[in-house]
């Protein structure tokens, strides 16, 4: 597995390349947020792990702009900052997941073989799943509707596969936090998250067609089907 650190502090990036080369990762480390657009838009890594605080241009910076440019390569941000909104802004960026410094090694660890599980691309028994005009590819990770391809991310398009695999049922956000973000029963921080997520995806989704799929049921949860009752 290939990592992009994108950190400026030459202590914290030497840490986390020590560590994570000991966990048998291939680690590549960029020290400004131009090194890193640089490396991300011209190698292929596995996985970004992207310091907000950078010199020149932000973490949150380089994170638009790769999203801008359709690279869909997995993000977790790392931040000092644990305010509401300072995760929303980096959800906002396209990452798809944060961790707050200090933060523990293995927890590191954890969320990144959590990533790469889900984008493993491993066999499922249904490859393909559909809904009115709106196809999914398991393999591949292509999604389109109405033939026009969508570009999603890795967290968006685990939220979408997770939909389909329930559509016309309400999926809760304990659900969601329990069988997409697999953690357990530690549901109250993320439903702001899942939120962010949501709009992002329906955004995507629905905004760009007459017909809605993703529908809000209040109080409950979300559902993917072609009405809204």
């Not at 020290?31 to 890193?36: I, L, N, P, V, Y």
């Not at 200090?102 to 249904?126: H, K, T």
Request: aromatic share 6%; charged share 30%; with cysteine.
């Amino acid at each position: 597995m290939q990592i992009l650190v994108v950190e400026d502090e030459k202590k914290i990036a030497h840490a986390l390349k020590k560590g994570l080369e000991a966990q048998e990762y291939s680690v590549t480390v960029a020290m400004s947020g131009e090194e890193a657009f640089f490396l991300a838009t011209t190698e292929r890594f596995d996985l970004l792990l992207l310091d907000i605080l950078l010199p020149g241009r932000s973490g949150i910076e380089i994170l638009k702009a790769f999203r801008e440019k359709n690279v869909t390569v997995p993000v977790i941000v790392l931040t000092s900052k644990d305010s509401v909104e300072d995760r929303v802004l980096g959800l906002d960026a396209g990452a798809d997941d944060y961790l707050v410094k200090p933060f523990a090694f293995p927890e590191l660890v954890a969320r990144i073989r959590a990533l790469a599980r889900r984008a493993s691309g491993r066999e499922e028994p249904q490859a393909i799943l559909k809904l009115a005009d709106l196809e999914l590819n398991i393999h591949s990770h292509l999604v389109s509707r109405s033939g026009q391809k969508l570009t999603l991310t890795l967290r968006e398009f685990d939220l979408l596969q997770y939909l389909l695999r329930h559509k016309g049922c309400v999926v809760s956000r304990e659900m969601l936090t329990r069988d997409v973000w697999h953690e357990g029963t530690r549901y109250t921080p993320l439903d702001n998250v899942i939120d962010v997520h949501i709009a992002h995806l329906r955004q995507k989704l629905d905004g760009p067609f007459a017909r809605k799929l993703l529908h809000t049921i209040r109080g409950v949860g979300f559902v993917l089907r072609e009405e809204a009752e």
